[in-house]
């Protein structure tokens, strides 16, 4: 994965400590990656809470 000066694929890749090839590559490592998931969910989590503050 080119990860060229657009800034969402510099930082996945910072938080992933790789580089990827592709896509199909990315999605591979993403499905088992922990580290990656934990930081999905506490994503969720807050967005969530935002949300909800506002309703």
């Not at 930082?11 to 922990?34: H, L, V, Y």
């Amino acid at each position: 994965m080119d990860t060229g000066s657009d800034p969402k694929k510099e930082k996945c890749r910072n938080i992933a400590e790789k580089s990827f090839s592709g896509w199909d590559d990315f999605q591979e490592f993403i499905k088992g990656a922990s580290r990656c998931r934990k930081l999905m969910d506490l994503a969720v989590e807050e967005a969530s809470g935002i949300i909800r503050q506002y309703q």
